[in-house]
């Protein structure tokens, strides 16, 4: 995953609570209006990391979901209910998970088509390319900030690709690297649909997509949805890091670069 971020006089805090195949969850607030991206751990886990973080779960206003595989909404339900928060999604999304939602109040179904506004926050969802019905990523915008969170995706679409340019803050997509998978234990069915168009993005496609994205505004970008057994943190920042070099850019001079983790939040990325 990326993510953007560019500045006003509103401060933008983010933080991912959990990326990975184990579990999702993103958190973001401007102070006013706090929202999370998924929440596919245990909603106890969701808010023992907000915890880590010093973000009272009582905060937050709503819950949008990416698409309907489980790392992603395992605790959408349970924090509606406990939270009494709306859940926002595409109509396909919603009809697919909704059977494991629970009993969801009817006032906190808010199914969207096109972009919506949650506060000052404007919203636009944008269709991206996995094995879910009807699966996105999201441009986050306030004011002049603009935030992008786009992971689980075997390419980067055209109408995302525009997108991603000027964020402030993106959340990328590394998902794996090539030859640790395809030398690894996975089935070759398995090897297939992570490579495959409707799969995910490996660390090569995020270094090669990565330097046409950095436009003068030293964006905070993040490296997200890392395989535990077909990645390494280092391998990613290293192969991100080398592209960029390559391309003539430097790390904490032209961009900001980071990693996001399964087992821990990152910590709070304030965008001003």
């Not at 605790?75 to 396909?92: C, E, F, H, M, T």
């Not at 969801?104 to 179904?109: R, T, Y």
């Not at 990565?210 to 395989?227: K, R, V």
Request: charged share 25%.
């Amino acid at each position: 995953m990326l993510i953007i971020y560019r500045g006003d006089d509103v401060q933008i805090e983010v933080s991912i609570l959990a990326s990975g195949s184990s579990g999702n969850s993103i958190y973001i607030s401007d102070g006013e209006h706090s929202f999370l991206i998924d929440a596919g751990l245990s909603g106890k886990k969701i808010i023992n990391r907000l915890k880590k973080i010093d973000v009272d779960c009582k905060k937050i206003n709503g819950i949008f979901v990416t698409h309907e595989h489980k790392d992603h909404t395992k605790g959408v339900g349970i924090l509606s209910r406990r939270l009494d928060v709306p859940i926002y999604a595409n109509q396909k999304t919603w009809a697919a998970c909704k059977a494991s939602m629970g009993k969801v109040k009817a006032k906190n179904i808010k199914i969207f088509q096109d972009d919506f506004n949650f506060g000052d926050f404007n919203i636009q969802p944008i269709a991206i390319s996995h094995d879910a019905c009807a699966p996105v990523a999201y441009v986050v915008y306030r004011k002049n900030k603009k935030l992008v969170f786009a992971t689980d995706m075997g390419y980067i679409k055209k109408e995302l690709k525009q997108e991603l340019v000027d964020a402030d803050l993106l959340l990328l997509e590394a998902n794996h690297d090539i030859d640790m998978l395809m030398s690894g234990n996975y089935p070759n069915f398995l090897k297939k649909r992570i490579r495959g168009n409707k799969g995910h993005l490996s660390n090569d496609a995020a270094a090669q997509i990565l330097p046409n994205l950095i436009n003068g505004n030293c964006p905070q970008i993040l490296l997200g949805h890392l395989s535990k057994e077909n990645n390494n943190p280092k391998v990613a920042y290293i192969t991100v890091k080398n592209m960029l070099n390559e391309k003539g850019l430097i790390i904490d001079k032209d961009l900001k670069l980071d990693l996001t983790y399964q087992d821990k939040p990152t910590r709070k990325y304030k965008i001003k």
